[in-house]
């Protein structure tokens, strides 16, 4: 049971992450009125990509929380042995993260456009490969990583109101 609950873990990482490449190449894709970019200077400004891109990295994370908070928490009856999944559903985001990495590269190098944008567009932008936004990667894992810390102390807390409240009964009928 142990190692469905690992794959299940690892599968859903690596899911996570495609679905949030695709989401984030979505939400990068629309594009505002002209009136909104004119107050900060622009639509390939450094501070209007610096915000969309902070923008998507926060919805993304938002949604990577929610995702791997259901991931890697156990399901059932609490147990000591269940321990969350985090460091599968991490290997999994990394391979994610590895596979989408390798077909960026090997887009950015097959088509010849020259990518005239600045460096800040391409490290930033959901778009552009080889990184498809270094912000989603680390809202991804931060999300991932949060999601299993918490899942850790909900189950360190109700193992300790179990053991407490089975100390306490104890007590009480041998006095």
Not at 58 to 84: E, F, Q, Y
Not at 144 to 168: C, F, M, N, P, Y
Request: aromatic letters at 8%; glycine letters at 10%.
């Amino acid at each position: 049971m142990r190692s469905v609950r690992r794959v299940g873990a690892f599968s859903s990482g690596v899911l996570l992450y495609s679905s949030v490449m695709g989401i984030s190449s979505f939400l990068a894709k629309l594009r505002l009125p002209t009136f909104v970019y004119v107050p900060l200077g622009g639509r390939n400004s450094m501070l209007t990509v610096i915000l969309e891109a902070t923008t998507i990295a926060l919805l993304m994370a938002l949604l990577a929380l929610v995702w791997s908070h259901i991931t890697v928490v156990p399901r059932g009856p609490l147990r000591r042995g269940h321990r969350p999944t985090t460091s599968w559903c991490v290997a999994g985001v990394a391979l994610g993260w590895l596979g989408w990495t390798i077909y960026g590269a090997i887009h950015f190098s097959l088509e010849p456009k020259t990518y005239g944008q600045p460096l800040y567009a391409l490290l930033l932008s959901s778009n552009v490969p080889p990184l498809w936004g270094v912000l989603n990667v680390v809202a991804v894992l931060a999300a991932v990583l949060l999601a299993g810390h918490w899942a850790k102390r909900t189950r360190d807390a109700a193992l300790g109101e179990i053991r407490h409240s089975s100390r306490s009964r104890g007590s009480m009928t041998a006095a």
